[in-house]
């Protein structure tokens, strides 16, 4: 699918949830609303991708997303050595 028929059929999704959207949600049968549920999902800017980007893989695996932290306890390798010894407390 070529740039201009994505961004075409993008306008007519777009315009077909408008349409759906000036319908009163009390007025609303459960098709209009399973539509436009549907459609939110297809438009919602995280699953929007064109066409051109489509076809490429993106990176995967640690260190490939700069400015994000790896999930806790998965950063850094074990000590060594086990865990610290404690202070002893006030008795």
Avoid at 13 to 33: F, G, H, I, K, N
Wanted: glycine share 10%; aromatic share 2%; no cysteine.
């Amino acid at each position: 699918m070529s740039d201009q028929n994505f961004r075409k059929q993008e306008g007519e999704l777009r315009q077909r949830m408008r349409e759906l959207m000036a319908v009163p949600e009390r007025d609303r049968t459960d098709a209009q609303w399973d539509e436009l549920a549907a459609l939110e999902l297809q438009l919602a800017p995280g699953n929007r991708l064109e066409p051109s980007r489509r076809a490429e893989p993106g990176p995967s695996g640690p260190g490939n997303n700069p400015g994000r932290r790896p999930p806790k306890g998965h950063s850094q390798p074990p000590r060594q050595g086990g865990k610290k010894p404690r202070k002893p407390g006030p008795r």
